[in-house]
């Protein structure tokens, strides 16, 4: 079982900036690619940004160039530096964790943290 902590959402001004955290813990070894998703009001989750276990990084066309995904294995913590905000990222952010076990994946999510973009 991997348990996954959101924190660092809020309610921020265009153009402003705001960092995610994700603090994973129990099974963290068998953790390999992380991710971010966003779900806004009714639309469906999409995926914001992923990162493997060895660094390689993919963003969104939505958001390429304002939002940096990182992780620091020691810590079991993924990262999301978002820049330059819009009123359009306004939605709750979850973090994804796939655990792979016995060549099995298996998906574990947070329950999110909200972010909130005025205009």
């Known amino acids: 079982q991997v348990q996954l902590v959101e924190s660092g959402g809020g309610l921020v001004q265009a153009g402003g900036s705001l960092r995610l955290s994700c603090s994973a813990s129990?099974?963290?070894?068998?953790?390999?690619?992380m991710a971010w998703y966003r779900q806004a009001p009714g639309k469906e989750r999409e995926l914001v940004a992923g990162?493997?276990?060895?660094?390689?990084?993919n963003n969104a066309d939505s958001v390429k160039g304002r939002f940096t995904i990182s992780r620091d294995n020691a810590k079991n913590t993924l990262y999301l530096q978002m820049n330059s905000l819009k009123p359009e990222d306004t939605a709750v952010y979850y973090c994804?964790?796939?655990?792979?076990?016995?060549?099995?994946?298996?998906?574990?999510w947070g329950t999110g943290t909200l972010v909130t973009v005025s205009s």
């Open positions: 129990g099974n963290t070894d068998c953790i390999s690619t």
């Open positions: 994804n964790a796939v655990c792979v076990t016995w060549g099995a994946n298996r998906d574990y």
């Open positions: 990162i493997t276990e060895g660094g390689t990084t």
